[in-house]
């Protein structure tokens, strides 16, 4: 494969990381409800965003599974992670940077582009880099599950779901009913068990991908 090839194959990686979202057999999406909702009870100015730091600026959690579950994680359009049906780690995204399994530790993909041309900057991430990486991944995962796990009923949510997808059918709440009330949402709730699964172990690097998936 020539640089170029692989280059472009690499940016259609990119590409595809947040395209293939909406292709996900089973998904649920949470959206941010802000501080002066009425679902929180208080005006905004009597409370502060319970979320961590790293959270605060997230307004959209997706969480979904492909056919063969494989399991994605998106944080808006600026985080994605990506796990198989192992609950190993496969590939990451965190702008501007795409991460992808290789030989037992990740690969960062760095797009430069001059006037002339672009050129993609490969970085195998030594054992440091990865774990530091790897530790910034699990305090997000953490954090989410902590986040998305709380009762319907909890005080000062941050996070509601909005829609889901059930793998035989989608379920596109179009009633005045909060989501929470409609039958299925347990596809919702089996989501985030996965991730609290994840949570709970060490996170392990796949195996490199074998051609394209």
Not at 115 to 127: V, Y
Request: with cysteine.
């Amino acid at each position: 494969m020539t640089s170029q090839q692989f280059m472009a194959r690499q940016e259609a990686d990119h590409d595809d990381l947040f395209s293939e979202a909406i292709a996900l057999t089973s998904r649920a999406i949470w959206k941010r409800i802000r501080p002066d909702h009425p679902a929180n009870g208080q005006h905004s100015d009597d409370l502060e965003d319970p979320a961590p730091a790293r959270l605060q600026s997230v307004d959209e959690i997706l969480i979904g599974t492909r056919a063969n579950d494989w399991l994605s994680i998106y944080w808006d359009q600026s985080w994605m992670v990506q796990f198989n049906e192992m609950n190993q780690l496969r590939r990451a995204y965190v702008e501007p940077c795409l991460y992808r399994s290789q030989g037992g530790t990740l690969s960062r993909l760095t797009r430069h582009r001059n006037p002339h041309e672009t050129s993609l900057l490969r970085h195998d991430l030594n054992e440091p880099e990865l774990h530091s990486f790897l530790a910034s991944i699990s305090r997000r995962l953490t954090e989410t599950f902590a986040l998305l796990d709380r009762p319907d009923s909890a005080e000062f949510k941050t996070f509601q779901l909005a829609s889901f997808v059930h793998p035989q059918a989608s379920i596109q709440p179009a009633d005045s009913r909060p989501p929470e009330t409609i039958p299925s949402t347990f596809i919702a709730r089996t989501l985030v068990a996965r991730l609290g699964r994840i949570c709970v172990q060490k996170l392990v690097i796949a195996e490199p991908p074998r051609g394209r998936h």
